[in-house]
């Protein structure tokens, strides 16, 4: 009875992600059998800036003593870049569209992967998106032993081994989740963090705090601004096809 | 439908409802208590344990034969329940509860966690072992270098790598690198094909990952895989120790100067389990310490006695103290002080006077009424104290030391020799070591890491150590004496039989 309701629901290009982890799963091993039910998209544009308002934290150091071929990568302490700003502005914030998209819409997940990089014991990028049923390619650059876990809670998690450099593993994710952490045990201060989309509509803000999400169909959407330490926030922006609007966020004990 | 209908009528009305969800009940009245009401991990007795119970509302398992990240098959969760998981809280239930029982678990466990409903398990093909030898297990010692196990199982196995103290499970309490040593406490189990599939499936929610991604890559074959989990096979003994309960002191000419004096293999070594101590309030639920293995020799003057145990720790150690903060977050305690790292600590305690038909002070350090004789070793400062204790931590010294120690630690593994003369100079104070006799000993041990002190620690019951006699002359000259004996008495019946024969030359047709 299941398996006939979601065969009328593809016919009616209405699988949604609520149609379970199970279809999303074939997704992804098997193309793009949902381009069929592909949502809308447009020529609109979002774009803003985050902005990190008073003193920034300092990072912590890493002690990489124990991994010279880590710490030879540096020329000086490492630190881990949990919070990075630059001249005020505030980067590795994940964008996306939260909602405003037709209810079920669903994106053919790209063929190309989405690579994270083991480098110098630290992730690269640490903040990163992809959507479901796309790769994730883990790559580890690093001559020692990394271990690569994934600890969701929506989606099925892994903990793959990746001792050698030049290795690399991929994996897929069934369902939306933002965000779903990763981390290395044997260097216990790697962390990164992915965010499973079900759209193409987020990014991650560069360097000078900057970001854009293009594409999308006009619309009013609600947008949401993640960090890992700084949390959560989000704004409402109603765009026009081929109309650009602006969405800033301000994060800091001064925001 | 009708079937259904049919079994309803069948069963009687007040156990139709009990019935309704198969495994409910069984769960209830036996797992809930630790695993939770909805399964959730969080029982009434979940906060006094390391590792935590499972919560099965995540759908994570340790121990599969699946892939990283995949559901465990339903043989697989039977095993746990069937087997237990060594070395935790989790008991095996084969002996307690029916077939059906256990398989109705299975399926109660399965309905707390929405993704086996919507996943199904992805099986690993295992193989089997290929055959083993001195040469696979040192192929086996290369690979694990090479994959850099020792980064949390460190150089020896024992659990001491340098990544130990920071390792956390999925919900962030801590969790020790197994100690390899001990094959009894592994989860999976101890066979090479049980240690080789957990490295192919890794354990889910630990920090341990699948080399399966290593194999298909072809970082590693699969046979260098198998060759890891011989060698981890090897670190442990075969069989699982055996507990005795008298330690027998070797007479010796010459006693070890050192813990690693190699005269010490000619010692046999006992091992002596060790358990939390629950019993007096603060309490210590999660202990480092499960077990010490104890030599002993006399050489007729004097008696030493070789403990030796495996802790990750040199305590204290500010690397550790990230452990420490979270060991502390994470299990009960009943004292509400700051949690402060102390040193390492090894006690031994004797009843003060020894007497074989007495029965020994009570086993947790004594009574005011009848205290023991404490031999108290600590790591930092690296000494031993003696005197008298009137209970845990109630201890007083002695006037004088009369023991010599040295210590050692080397890769996860304290060493303490602890040697003093047989006859103690205040003999009401101290107990006499007799050869021939029978002295009442018992441990203590403290991991300072983890917070451990005289009091939270792990205890043994009262074992007791035997000092050899040395072997009366007679017991080598009435052999001689008996051999001689019957040696000519042979030759005189042959002699006689010969002699016989000549004179009776036909005896033998006679006889025929």
Redesign the interface.
Known sequence: MKRITTVLLSGLFLVGCGG???DA?GGGEGGTPAAAATGPTGTATITGSISFAGAAPANPAIDMS?EQACRDKYQSQPTNPQVVVNDGKLANVFVYVKSGLPDGATYPAPAAPVVLDQDGCLYHPRVLGILVGQSLEIRNSDP??H?????P?VN?????????AG???SRTFNSPEVMVPLEC????WMNAYLGVMSHPFFAVSAEDGTFTISGLPAGSYEIEAWHETQGVKTMSVTVADGGSATADFSFGPSA | MTRRILLLLLVPHGAAAAQDTPGKATYERWCAGCHGDAGAGDGEAASYMLPRPRDFT???YQVRTTA????PTDADLRRVIDEGMPGTAMPGWRTRLSERERNDLVSYLKSFSR?FQ??TPELLELGRAPGGGADAIAEGRQVYE???CF??HGQAGRGDG??AP???D?DGHPIRAADLTKARNFNGGAAVEQIYARLRT?L?G?????????VT?S??TDEQLWRVAQYVRSLSPQRQPAVREVIRAHLVPQLPASPDDTAWAGAEAYFVPLVGQIIVAPRSFAPTVDAVWVRAMHDGERLAIRIAWHDPSRSPDPVWQEWLDRVAASVHRDDTTGVVQGPDRLILQFPVSASPDAEPPFFLGGSSRRPVHVWRWESEPDRVQEGSGAGLGQFTPGPASQTTHASRFDNGEWQVQITRALTPVDTAAAPVFTPGGLVPLAFVAADGSSGENEVQGSVSAWYAVYLDIPTPGRVFVQPLVAAVFTAGLGLFVILRAQRRERGAPDSHAEAS
């Open positions: 379970g982890g199970g799963s124990e020692v032993l271990n690569i876990k994934a600890v809670t099925r998690g892994f903990n793959i081994s990746q001792p050698t290795m690399t593993s045990n044997v260097h216990g | 995540k759908g994570v990283s990240g995949s559901l993704f919507t996943d090479t994959l850099e980064k949390c340098t990544s920071t390792l956390t999925d890794g889910d630990t920090p341990m990952p699948s080399f399966s991604d290593a890559s970082v590693i």
